[in-house]
């Protein structure tokens, strides 16, 4: 088991992080690409994993020559993802990592996912009480790969972002956490990825 006592805090992403929701926020995005004309590209998708939706659609814009309005189909694939009414299932790994440090360690998470979104996540999933702070793209001026969501986690819960370490799923936010001064551990196909 990991040993995080170095730490005072631990940032959680919350998306293929601590909640496996990336399945479903792929069939969204599917039907969102198929109604507006995107090339659907599964891969290059979740590899933007943190990033606001409105973010995403500017990415797919200028990659597929388009101008679509980013906050019509950012409400789109919103709507989308919520009528597919997936019930939330927590990753093992993480969860374990977050029992362990249960008071022992301040607790938050720093999601691309715009605030509604996440707090019905949070709550149905059971994680909501075990966090200090909640941050998301509807908080922050600059979302990942900048630093900003996980810098505005640690202020929320009182500590410097050295303070901290950041778990992921993401290139863009383990980027994010390097931007924010914090030490990244992995989390690819719902494992726990061991620093070397």
Known sequence: MLDLSRYKGIV??????????????????????????????????????GVPTNEIVKLLNEKHHMSHNPDEVAVFKRETFNQ???KPVVIED???????????????????????????LLTDSGLLERLETVVTSSDVTYGKPHGET????????????????????????????????????????GKIELPL
């Open 12 to 49: 959680f992403d919350m998306d293929g992080t601590i909640i496996d929701s990336m399945g479903t926020h792929s069939i969204a995005w599917r039907k969102t690409c198929e109604k507006y004309g995107y090339p659907f590209d599964a891969d290059y998708l979740y590899g933007l994993g």
């Open 84 to 86: 597919l009414k997936d």
């Open 94 to 120: 993480t969860f374990e990592v977050m029992q362990r440090y249960q008071g022992k360690l301040k607790m938050g998470v720093g999601t691309g996912a715009d605030r509604s979104n996440a707090m019905t």
């Open 150 to 189: 996980f810098i505005t986690v640690a202020t929320n819960m009182g500590l410097e972002p050295s303070d901290c370490v950041v778990f992921e799923d993401t290139e863009i936010g383990r980027l994010a956490a390097k931007n924010a001064g914090m030490d990244c551990i992995m989390v690819v196909n």
